[in-house]
């Protein structure tokens, strides 16, 4: 029967946990670096301040793309305003067509 993803996590955090010149994580203290994980070989962190961090990190963008949402609402409504109004975004009043 083939392992699944999770079964080798654990498999490798059991490792990092019973080798004798595991590390502990510098963000936490408290979980070893599991050799062989993307958290441990490129990142240098346990698996749990690793998926805190894509947590964290998935939290700023969608904070980010909120108001980016909002800025561009404000701009469009700005716009349509001026257009309106026949202000240029200059602040020049445009010359009537008659």
Do not use: W
């Not at 949402?69 to 700005?78: A, I, P, S, V």
Request: with cysteine; proline share 7%; charged share 35%.
């Amino acid at each position: 029967m083939p392992t699944s993803s999770n079964d080798k996590l654990k498999e490798r955090i059991l490792a990092a946990e019973l080798n004798p010149e595991h590390v502990l994580c510098p963000m936490c203290s408290e979980e070893f670096i599991a050799p062989g994980t993307v958290a441990g070989d490129r990142y240098g962190v346990c698996p749990v301040c690793y998926e805190r961090g894509l947590r964290d990190a998935d939290a700023a963008y969608q904070k980010t793309l909120k108001y980016q949402t909002e800025r561009n609402r404000e701009r469009k409504r700005l716009q349509r305003l001026r257009d309106k109004l026949g202000v240029k975004p200059d602040g020049r009043v445009k010359e009537p067509i008659f």
